[in-house]
T-cell receptor, first 114, second 113 residues
Framework: EAQVTQNPRYLITVTGKKLTVTCSQN?????MSWYRQDPGLGLRQIYY???????DKGDVPEGYKVSRKEKRNFPLILESPSPNQTSLYFC?????????????FGQGTRLTVV | GENVEQHPSTLSVQEGDSAVIKCTYS??????FPWYKQELGKGPQLIID?????GEKKDQRIAVTLNKTAKHFSLHITETQPEDSAVYFC????????????FGKGTKLSVIP
């Protein structure tokens, strides 16, 4: 089954404790991205990656890091989480083929930073 | 960069009525306009998309219209059913070379049985 898998689904952590949210896709997609979803603000892109070892900032990258060492994986790293990073996070992937194509989203990770 | 405005933020309709959600965009280079449906506890899922060389596209009870001159596009759902209740997001993206999608803030649709 084609899917994007995020882990964990729920996470409560304390300010300053480094954490990683994993994302994996099994569709051989080149393009992967991370979004955060906040009430009244919709989906805002954090980082994206066009391919292995090619990452770039989205609209709200501050406080986040990513890496793309393998095509299927795109982890999101919070080196020193703060309460304003409490949010619902989504990973997405899509095929690059000359035109924008469907973005497949994971189930989401609800992060609470206390 | 691109800016996408979506209205209304909430919409309630009676079962069987139609629902319309409207979006405007700012970047004339945008040429891909998908709509996503997000059910409670799930990630957004594509329901229909349209490219700038097409003015209207239909898929059963769902249709999307695009007016490139006015830079707006709309989602139309006819004969609404309770299972249509969800949050709907419009988005805009440009073509080859940039695969970023800019999303609207979402519309929470409630279909009242």
């Amino acid at each position: 089954e084609a899917q994007v898998t995020q882990n964990p689904r729920y996470l409560i952590t304390v300010t300053g404790k480094k954490l990683t949210v994993t994302c994996s896709q099994n569709m051989n997609h080149e393009y992967m991205s991370w979004y955060r979803q906040d009430p009244g603000l919709g989906l805002r892109q954090i980082y994206y990656s066009m391919n292995v070892e090619a990452t770039d900032k989205g609209d709200v990258p501050e406080g986040y890091k990513v890496s793309r060492k393998e095509k299927r994986n795109f982890p999101l790293i919070l080196e020193s989480p703060s309460p304003n990073q409490t949010s619902l996070y989504f990973c997405a992937s899509s095929l690059i083929g000359g035109l924008n194509t469907e973005a497949f989203f994971g189930q989401g990770t609800r992060l609470t930073v206390v | 960069g691109e800016n996408v405005e979506q209205h209304p933020s909430t919409l309630s309709v009676q079962e069987g009525d139609s629902a319309v959600i409207k979006c405007t965009y700012s970047d004339s280079a945008s040429n891909y306009f998908p709509w996503y449906k997000q059910e409670l506890g799930k990630g957004p899922q594509l329901i229909i998309d349209i490219r700038s060389n097409v003015g209207e596209k239909k898929d059963q009870r769902i249709a999307v219209t695009l007016n490139k001159t006015a830079k707006h596009f709309s989602l139309h759902i006819t004969e609404t059913q309770p299972e249509d209740s969800a949050v709907y997001f419009c988005a805009a993206g440009s073509g080859a070379g940039s695969y970023q999608l800019t999303f609207g803030k979402g519309t929470k649709l409630s279909v009242i049985p």
